[in-house]
């Protein structure tokens, strides 16, 4: 009966509704492959600690390169992923491209060179995530500080009591939490006290309005300050907006104008040039000061 109603339901689907679905579906059974498939990449894209004014670490972020449908954009199949459970194996998979890429680094030079990794909802009600975590670092044998896991603000607006819990023993192994879009969803300020966070991160659409409305990133400032949290931009594109963040005090940034998401090697040169002369940005678009 359950059955008959939901297939009734199916029917009053517009064209395009149904269309979208089947290619859920299809993508959802490729999906099945692609780390096997070896059709899964990971790219890094470079943070900056704005004081230093050098790289501080990277964000991991999932490619799917498929044979048909070409590049598969995240947003469209880590969705589908969550509501398949797939994102369990996937978010793992990450989770050891970080380990692994870490300890190929040389770690005299590269010590405090930290990695984040990208948690979905559904990780957090994982009760076995937090044990995956430390022995995946245990077996890479990396201090638990290298990883960073960044929780979207609205799933942490869905977490309930379980998953709250699991993130304060995240955050007792060692690895660091910061909070992801923040300003996006609908987190409350009890939110910010009810888990250990170490981090925000301004969403690209306040740093969008950086010049236009710059109470916006003012009160986010003033906010982790209150909380003695560490502030991240993201999708900084323009000098002007990574100068005002210098200016007020963000402590990291990152986005286009710094650097684009790369594949391991380009970090690994990246990194290089970086021990040399100690640029941030591209040629011409360096720091002030
Ligand atoms: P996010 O975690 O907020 O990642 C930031 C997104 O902004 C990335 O998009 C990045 O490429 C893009 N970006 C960075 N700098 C700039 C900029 O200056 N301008 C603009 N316009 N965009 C910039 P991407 O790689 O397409 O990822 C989208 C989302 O997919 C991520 O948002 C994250 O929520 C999710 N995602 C990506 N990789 C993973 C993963 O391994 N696991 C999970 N669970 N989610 C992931
Ligand atoms: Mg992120
Ligand atoms: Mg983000
Ligand atoms: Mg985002």
């Not at 704005?50 to 995240?74: D, M, S, Y």
């Not at 957090?124 to 022995?135: D, G, T």
């Not at 906010?223 to 963000?250: D, N």
Request: proline fraction near 4%.
């Amino acid at each position: 009966d359950a059955q008959r109603r939901h297939g009734s339901h199916w029917l009053q689907l517009d064209g395009a509704t149904a269309a979208r679905l089947r290619e859920d579906k299809w993508l959802e059974s490729e999906l099945g492959f692609a780390i096997a498939m070896r059709q899964l990449y990971v790219v890094f894209q470079p943070q900056y600690d704005l004081q230093a004014q050098r790289i501080c670490g990277a964000e991991l972020l999932l490619r799917w390169q498929h044979p048909e449908f070409g590049l598969v954009p995240p947003d469209r199949f880590i969705a589908i992923a969550e509501h398949s459970g797939q994102i369990l194996d996937i978010d793992l998979w990450v989770l050891e491209q970080a380990c692994q890429f870490l300890a190929r680094l040389e770690q005299a030079r590269f010590a405090d060179f930290r990695l984040a990794i990208n948690a979905s909802a559904t990780e957090l009600s994982n009760p076995h995530y937090p044990r995956q975590v430390e022995l995946m670092l245990k077996r890479h044998h990396l201090s638990p500080e290298r990883i960073g896991i960044e929780i979207t603000e609205t799933a942490l607006v869905e977490l309930d009591d379980v998953a709250r819990s699991m993130v304060s023993t995240l955050k007792q192994i060692g690895v660091e939490i910061a909070l992801d879009d923040f300003g996006t969803g609908y987190a409350s300020l009890s939110h910010l006290t009810a888990l250990p966070l170490d981090t925000l991160k301004i969403d690209r659409s306040y740093t969008v309005q950086l010049e236009s409305n710059p109470k916006l990133v003012d009160s986010i400032l003033q906010l982790a300050e209150a909380f003695s949290l560490s502030v991240i931009a993201e999708g900084v594109e323009t000098p002007q907006q990574l100068r005002l963040l210098q200016e007020k005090g963000c402590d990291m940034a990152q986005g286009y104008l710094l650097a684009r998401p790369m594949r391991e090697e380009a970090l690994l040169i990246l990194l290089e040039q970086e021990n040399k002369v100690v640029p941030i940005g591209r040629a011409g678009q360096n720091l002030p000061g």
